[in-house]
């Protein structure tokens, strides 16, 4: 907008436009307000400091009429709002009920029975604590931290709830490999010449992983060779396990064990008791005792042998 000066001024009669002073001396309105002209840098400025200090902050000063160099007081102590800060700005506090039920946005519902957990969901508190199962199969609807008997294999597991799964896990901390097959089957042995009068029945194994088990008899054959009994053990009386993958990959030892009621009808001797023992068993598979072993003909004359080792 253009000046507009008074039309008939008197001397000495001022006039303001826009910030700007004029005054009239009798013939001219001349400027009176100083114009700074040609400053091209901050502290060239009329209301600015006139040169720079390291490390200081700008601020209003006290008049309200300029600009002035001030110390960086940082971050003061106190209520900042929904934050306290103290320890000279160290440690910053969320003020309590800042974060509630709805700033969380957990899924579930949130009440006097459940607790939040760490994965941002409410969940149920037992009352009663864990609850402890025994049956062959695993219980239904099962909660984290619940036991099971698992009275089919023999075993005690717990129900363990993790970031992304549920499952139950053995509570030994041993582990169990459910992927170990086990196997199951028969087997033949051999009777060396040195035996007497002596049988073998079909043995029995239960393989599992590098693991066997197995067990089989020893009896009377019904045979008369000698003096009729049945005769077996000492340094080439034993027996050979025919399928080589039954065969320990080290010397091994299984237990033997003569009913204590072998006697035979009518025979008055006093020998009565149990014979049981322990035989080696070779990666060739034969089953030896460095004694010899005897008893009488007939089905009182058993040996019963069981035994696990290492297979390859």
């Not at 009377?220 to 000492?234: K, Q």
């Not at 008055?268 to 060739?284: D, H, K, Q």
């Amino acid at each position: 907008m253009a000046i507009d000066f008074p039309a008939s001024p008197s001397t000495n009669d001022t006039h303001t436009h826009n910030g700007l002073t004029w005054t009239f001396d009798g013939t001219v309105w001349n400027l009176s307000t100083t114009v700074q002209n040609g400053a091209t840098t901050f502290t060239g400025l009329t209301d600015t400091p006139s040169t720079y200090t390291a490390g200081k902050w700008i601020k209003v000063n006290s008049s309200g009429n300029a600009l002035e160099w001030t110390d960086n007081s940082g971050i003061t102590d106190g209520d900042k709002g929904d934050i306290t800060v103290s320890n000279t700005g160290a440690t910053w506090n969320i003020d309590p009920n800042t974060i509630g039920i709805t700033e969380l946005s957990a899924s579930g519902t949130a009440d006097t029975t459940t607790y939040l957990r760490g994965d941002n969901t409410w969940q149920s508190i037992s009352s009663g604590g864990a609850n402890v199962s025994t049956s062959d199969t695993p219980p239904a609807s099962p909660n984290d931290g619940d036991l099971w008997w698992d009275s089919q294999n023999g075993r005690l597991l717990v129900y363990y709830e993790d970031a992304n799964s549920s499952q139950w896990v053995d509570a030994s901390g041993r582990g169990v490999n459910n992927s170990v097959a086990q196997e199951t089957g028969t087997f033949s042995l051999t009777v060396s010449p040195n035996c007497q009068n002596a049988a073998v029945s079909t043995g029995n194994y239960v393989k599992t992983g590098n693991m066997v088990t197995v067990d089989f008899n020893v009896y009377h054959n019904g045979g008369t060779a000698g003096d009729t009994n049945l005769r077996w053990g000492g340094q080439n009386g034993y027996f050979t396990i025919n399928d080589t993958s039954l065969r320990p990959v080290a010397t091994a030892g299984i237990f033997y064990n003569r009913r204590y009621f072998d006697l035979a009808p009518g025979n008055s001797t006093g020998t009565l008791g149990v014979w049981v023992g322990t035989c080696g068993v070779t990666p060739g598979g034969e089953i030896y005792t460095s004694s010899a072993m005897a008893s009488g003909p007939g089905s009182y004359g058993v040996y019963y042998f069981s035994g696990t080792w290492r297979v390859a």
